[in-house]
């Protein structure tokens, strides 16, 4: 399977550094050098973009936020700024994962593999037989595994992929404590580092502003102090 990523860097040397990289690994590269041009190049044909957050005109963070309006395909932040909250915002906006500059390129290969692998599991999952429908119902919240389709109160909500798998371990685990790392580990199959903790929060926090009647004061997924969350 040709995966196809859209390297989105208005610093020249950067960009042909990653698409030198990555298309040494048989990846199929296309560049951008701003938001706008990303905005133009984001198709169904694009597997993973990979979107510098500090960028001329359109920012990384406002891009991702109007992918975010026509595709679920991973974004992979890099970012020049180490600040937990410029890594909380593109989580926020919609990101799946950043990297902080500078990085090595077996970093960056680690990441992008790991997100393709996911993002490739969701997507079979997502197209898999539809005629059978496999429900958990757990309060207002009904989820059809087989079409990893997801309903409030009747109504289809929108999940991005992690928050789905995060709602679905929970709604098949009822009132068992899942800790931060354990979430992590199990979800991202990666080992947890002290960053990955913020990780694991933004999504749960963008989950909850999706199902909970007030997601600041949540009532399905509660937060269990010094131990980690569980369905309520």
């Known amino acids: 399977m040709d995966n196809h990523i859209l390297v989105v860097e208005d610093d020249a040397a950067i960009r042909e550094g990653v698409r030198i990289l990555l298309e040494g690994e048989g990846y199929i590269v296309q560049e951008a050098e701003d938001g706008y041009q990303c905005l ?3 198709s169904d044909d694009i597997d993973l973009v990979i979107l510098d957050i500090m960028m001329p005109g359109i920012s990384g963070i406002k891009t991702c936020e109007e992918i975010r309006k026509i595709s679920h395909v991973p974004v992979l932040f890099l970012t020049a700024k180490s600040q937990e909250s410029d890594k909380l915002l593109g989580l926020m906006a919609g990101g799946d994962d950043y990297l902080v500059k ?4 077996a970093e960056l290969l680690a990441r992008v593999k790991a997100l393709l692998r996911r ?4 997507s079979q999952t997502l197209q898999g037989e539809k005629t059978k429908e496999h429900w ?3 309060g207002k919240v ?3 595994t087989q079409c990893n389709e997801v309903f409030r109160n009747e109504k289809e909500i929108s999940l991005r992929e992690m928050e789905y ?5 929970m709604m098949e685990n009822p009132k068992k404590v899942f800790s931060v790392k354990n979430l992590y580990e199990s979800l991202w199959e990666e080992p947890f580092l002290y960053s990955s903790g913020n990780t694991v929060m933004v999504h749960i926090r963008r989950l909850r502003m999706k199902i909970e ?3 600041q004061k949540p009532k399905m997924i509660q ?5 980690g969350y569980r369905l309520g």
């Open 165 to 169: 798998r995060i709602l679905l371990l």
């Open 213 to 215: 009647d007030d997601p």
């Open 136 to 138: 958990i119902e757990y």
């Open 142 to 144: 009904k989820v059809n």
């Open 223 to 227: 937060t269990v102090w010094g131990k």
């Open 119 to 122: 993002y490739h599991v969701y």
């Open 102 to 105: 500078p990085f090595s390129y």
């Open 40 to 42: 133009k190049k984001v």
